[in-house]
C-alpha cells in the first residue's frame, strides 16, 4: 500500500525564519516519484517540486530546498527566510511508477502561517 | 488567470436537489480530473478522463456523475447528495496521464460545496 505522513498539521513562524515541513511516505514500488504542491488560501493547488526515487539529490530553487532520503523515506521541504507569501496549505504527495493514470497520493497537508 | 477555471466558486444544496460543478481548462491538456478535499482528509481522486474517456472511478457513490464533453470541459453533476459529500472539489489537468510531465497537475480553485 502507498501512503504519504505530514505529522505537521500545523506550523506558525514569524517572517524570516526558516522553516521545515516534513514528509514521510510508505512504498513497496522500486521506482516511484514525489511531489509538493502548495495551496494558497484562493484554493488551487499549485505545483513546486517532483523527484524521483533514483534521484535523492537535494534541489534549492529559490529560497526552497528539498532534502529526500530513501533511507528514512522522507522527503522534507524548507522554506528559508519564510515570508508572509509562503502561508498557505502544503502537501506531499507520492505516485507509483508505471500506472495508468497519473494517481497521486497526497498527504493530509500543513498549514504553513508566516506571521509578519 | 488560472488555466483551470471552475464554477461555481460556491455551492449550497439541500439532499434532493440536483446541480453540476463546471470545469474548463485553457491549457491543451489531454486529461481532466475531479478530486474531493475534505477537512484533515488527503485528497481524494474521484474520476479521471483522458480524451473524453473514462479511465479511472475511484469507487464514487453513484450520487456523484461525471460528464466530459470535449478535453477542454469536465462536469460533476451532483443529486442527491448526503452531508458528509460538503467539501472542496477540486478539478485539475494534466498533459497526459504519463510522459515528461507525470504527476504535473494544474488545479482550479474549487468550488465549495455545502449540502444542508
Known amino acids: 500500500a502507498q501512503k504519504v505522513t505530514q505529522a505537521q498539521t500545523e506550523i506558525s513562524v514569524v517572517e524570516k525564519e526558516d522553516v521545515t515541513l516534513d514528509c514521510v511516505y510508505e512504498?513497496?514500488?522500486?521506482?516511484?516519484?514525489l511531489f509538493w504542491y502548495k495551496q494558497p488560501p484562493s484554493g488551487e493547488l499549485v505545483f513546486l517540486i517532483r523527484?524521483?526515487?533514483?534521484?535523492?539529490q537535494n534541489e534549492i530553487s529559490g529560497r526552497y530546498s528539498w532534502n529526500f532520503q530513501k533511507s528514512t523515506s522522507s522527503f522534507n521541504f524548507t522554506i528559508t527566510a519564510s515570508q508572509v507569501v509562503d502561508s498557505a496549505v502544503y502537501f506531499c504527495?507520492?505516485?507509483?511508477?508505471?500506472?495508468?493514470?497519473?494517481?497521486?497520493?497526497f498527504g493530509t497537508g500543513t498549514l504553513l502561517a508566516v506571521q509578519p | 488567470e488560472t488555466g483551470v477555471t471552475q464554477t461555481p466558486r460556491h455551492l449550497v444544496m439541500g439532499m434532493t436537489n440536483k446541480k453540476s460543478l463546471k470545469c474548463e481548462q485553457h491549457?491543451?491538456?489531454?486529461?481532466m480530473y475531479w478530486y474531493k478535499q475534505s477537512a484533515k482528509k488527503p485528497l481524494e481522486l474521484m474520476f479521471v478522463?483522458?480524451?473524453?474517456?473514462?479511465?479511472e472511478n475511484n469507487s464514487v457513490p453513484s450520487r456523484f456523475s461525471p460528464e466530459c464533453p470535449n478535453s477542454s470541459h469536465l462536469f460533476l453533476h451532483l443529486h442527491t447528495l448526503q452531508p458528509e459529500d460538503s467539501a472542496l472539489y477540486l478539478c485539475?489537468?494534466?498533459?497526459?496521464?504519463?510522459?515528461?510531465?507525470?504527476?504535473?497537475?494544474?488545479f482550479g480553485e474549487g468550488s465549495r460545496l455545502t449540502v444542508l
Open positions: 485539475a489537468s494534466s498533459q497526459d496521464l504519463q510522459g515528461v510531465n507525470t504527476g504535473e497537475l494544474f
Open positions: 512504498t513497496r514500488d522500486t521506482t516511484y516519484y
Open positions: 523527484r524521483n526515487s533514483f534521484d535523492e
Open positions: 504527495a507520492l505516485m507509483g511508477y508505471g500506472g495508468a493514470t497519473n494517481k497521486l497520493i
Open positions: 491549457l491543451g491538456h489531454n486529461a
Open positions: 478522463y483522458n480524451f473524453k474517456e473514462q479511465t
